[in-house]
């Protein structure tokens, strides 16, 4: 038997649960009959005899929970997540490739949703991929006028780094056919030099409005601001979500002073069920190691892990950065969030600080100008356990695999890509 914990009186009433196997990842003991629990604590694993023991040591009358046909799993760990963003899209139009193959379908599926809501709310969609509609090609936004010309209409892309808003979106923002691209982002433009609607990346900050989460070239802006009840209410349907799958520990990869003050506040109502590692955007560096918040800090459920950062932007949406172009695309090429040698700075800054860095990259350029990143700040400071990592890493190249392996750089993939 395994002892994990002791008890402590203020836990909540114990539980042993039987199973038909209960998969442990400890070489001691591989797999077990038996666990108890309290206090969201597992107390001892082994066999039923076992812990039965151990609950009368520990002065327990524990509930008897039996599964005879079901394997018990430790939770699963989602290294790079955006609860925040995943609430608000279980709170949108679901229009993904099972929903709508078409654009119609898409404006359909819009105008359902407009017709129950008051007047002036903003309208949102979430999950077309452009390469799956009959079309093969992203709505526009007169398009999207046919949904509401009175509201903000915004369809988000699949991949979260950007999509099409409706005319109103951008005479209400401003936006005219003469308004330059932000960097780190773009207003899409038709042969004749008309917005077709169509936004990436940092020029999805339009959306946010006045109070959103200006990041500028430091990343995109895909949580859109919601009143902080939403944001809770959202937090909470996404733990839902996570739990119901076996997720029990995540890495909040998007945070900024809106996903922190929205985890901050779920912990005060006890309502945080999820371990969350932060990784704070790369616009807060200076601001992380001002405060200190260089080795460990929080506590089992709400930690500050390290730093993300963008190199480029998603294959998915096109703004990875190709400077030779996109094959039916040849004029798109995507775009760099920093120079390389402005880049190296950040990564050489937060690992002379302590702090791990997260680095969205998917090009070979990009992933290639992290690589040599990490290898500068390595050189300045030696650490064999530096663990800094790259999110994604779609299209390495070979010669950058090695790389990595030889730098210690883990990579942070998705079966998807």
């Not at 400077?323 to 798109?332: F, H, I």
Request: charged share 25%.
């Amino acid at each position: 038997m395994r002892r994990l914990a002791t008890y402590d009186s203020r836990d909540s009433a114990a539980t042993i649960i039987t199973a038909k196997t209960i998969r442990t990842v400890d070489e001691q003991l591989p797999q077990a009959e038996a666990m108890l629990a309290a206090g969201g604590r597992i107390l001892a694993v082994g066999s039923l005899a076992e812990v039965e023991s151990a609950a009368r040591e520990a002065g327990l009358a524990p509930v008897r929970v039996d599964r005879p046909d079901a394997t018990i799993v430790p939770g699963f760990v989602d290294a790079h997540a955006h609860p925040l963003m995943y609430g608000q899209m279980l709170t949108w139009v679901d229009i993904g490739p099972d929903r709508a193959g078409s654009i119609p379908e898409i404006v359909a599926l819009m105008a359902e949703r407009a017709a129950t809501l008051s007047e002036g709310a903003p309208l949102r969609g979430y999950g077309y991929e452009q390469r799956n509609l009959a079309e093969r090609r992203h709505p526009t936004r007169h398009e999207l006028d046919l949904v509401a010309t009175d509201r903000e209409v915004y369809i988000m892309n699949a991949s979260g780094h950007g999509g099409v808003v409706n005319s109103f979106t951008l005479e209400k923002y401003g936006i005219t056919r003469d308004t330059p691209n932000p960097e780190g982002g773009e207003f899409f433009r038709d042969e004749d030099g008309e917005l077709t609607g169509e936004l990436s990346d940092a020029a999805c900050n339009v959306l946010t409005g006045l109070h959103g989460v200006k990041v500028g070239h430091h990343g995109p802006n895909f949580h859109l601001g919601d009143e902080p009840a939403e944001h809770q209410r959202q937090l909470d349907a996404v733990q839902r979500e996570f739990l119901a799958g076996g997720v029990t520990t995540i890495g909040d990869a998007q945070v900024s002073q809106r996903e922190f003050a929205a985890y901050l506040a779920l912990a005060d109502r006890g309502s945080l069920d999820l371990r969350v590692s932060m990784y704070f955007l790369s616009h807060l560096l200076d601001q992380v190691i001002d405060l200190g918040l260089t080795g460990p800090f929080g506590n089992a459920f709400l930690s500050a892990a390290g730093i993300k950062l963008y190199a480029d932007g998603t294959l998915g949406g096109w703004t990875a950065y190709f400077p030779e172009g996109y094959v039916g695309d040849p004029c798109r090429t995507g775009q760099l969030y920093h120079q390389p040698e402005e880049y190296a700075g950040l990564v050489k800054k937060a690992h002379l600080a302590g702090l791990q860095t997260a680095t969205h990259a998917q090009s070979p350029t990009a992933i290639k100008m992290v690589v040599d990143a990490v290898e500068e700040a390595l050189a300045a400071r030696p650490d064999t356990d530096a663990r800094h990592r790259i999110e994604h890493c779609g299209l390495p190249d070979p010669a950058e695999v090695r790389r990595m392996a030889e730098l210690g750089i883990r990579t942070v993939n998705q079966t998807q890509h």
